[in-house]
C-alpha cells in the first residue's frame, strides 16, 4: 500500500513538472522613439521641456498588452506584457522624441531632476490606447504645455497607425509611430510658442 502511494505521488509530481515545463513563456515589450529630426530651434528658444505626467484609461493602465476584439469587448494578453508601466515609459518616450525633433538635450520626462527647473511643461491626457491586431492601433491625446508664469496652452492629437504584421512586435511598432505622430503635433505647438517669443 505504501509503494503504491509513493508511485502515486511520484507520477502526480512528474505531471505537475510536466505541465509546468509547457507553459508558455512571458513576452516583453517596450516602446521606441521613431521621431524624425527636424530643424533645430535658436539657441534663445531652445527653451527646458518636462513631460508628464501622463493619465491612461483604467482598461490598458496595467503590465498586459490589452487588444480589442469585438466592439464592446477587449482581450487582456497574460503572456504579453510591457516591460515597464506605460505612466513611465510614455511621457519617456514622448521626451526622447521631442528631442530629436527640436534638436535640443533639454527635454526631460517626469521624475526626472531636471524636470523641477522647465520652462515648459507639458501634460498628457491619453484617452485611447487602442489595438486591432493585424489591423491598426489608435492613440488619441488631449495635451497641455505651460510656460513657467504664463497661461496654458491646449492641443488635441488624434493618429491612427496600420500595423505591419500579425505579431504582436508589429502591434507595438505601429504604437510607438503613433506616438511620435502625437509627439510631432506637441513639438509643433512648441516652436509656434517659441518663435511667437521674443
Not at 526622447?96 to 520626462?109: A, D, E, I, K, T
Not at 485611447?128 to 497661461?151: C, H
Amino acid at each position: 500500500m505504501r509503494n503504491h502511494v509513493l508511485v502515486t505521488a511520484a507520477i502526480t509530481l512528474a505531471l505537475v513538472t510536466s505541465a509546468c515545463s509547457r507553459s508558455p513563456g512571458v513576452s516583453f515589450y517596450t516602446l521606441s522613439p521613431v521621431a524624425k529630426a527636424e530643424a533645430p530651434v535658436s539657441a534663445q528658444a531652445a527653451k527646458a521641456i518636462a513631460v508628464g505626467p501622463v493619465s491612461l484609461p483604467d482598461v490598458v493602465d496595467r503590465p498586459q498588452l490589452v487588444v480589442r476584439v469585438a466592439e464592446n469587448r477587449v482581450r487582456i494578453l497574460e503572456t504579453h506584457r510591457w516591460a515597464e508601466p506605460l505612466k513611465s515609459e510614455i511621457p519617456r518616450l514622448v521626451a526622447r522624441n521631442l528631442g530629436l525633433m527640436l534638436g535640443s538635450n533639454r527635454v526631460s520626462y517626469y521624475g526626472q531632476n531636471a524636470a523641477a527647473d522647465a520652462d515648459y511643461r507639458v501634460l498628457l491626457d491619453i484617452l485611447r490606447l487602442e489595438a486591432v491586431p493585424g489591423e491598426s492601433v489608435t492613440v488619441e491625446a488631449n495635451w497641455s504645455m505651460r510656460r513657467t508664469g504664463s497661461d496654458k496652452r491646449v492641443g488635441h492629437s488624434l493618429v491612427q497607425e496600420k500595423v505591419h504584421g500579425a505579431d504582436y512586435e508589429a502591434l507595438v511598432s505601429a504604437y510607438s509611430r503613433a506616438l511620435a505622430g502625437v509627439s510631432g503635433d506637441i513639438a509643433k505647438a512648441l516652436l509656434s510658442e517659441a518663435g511667437s517669443r521674443p
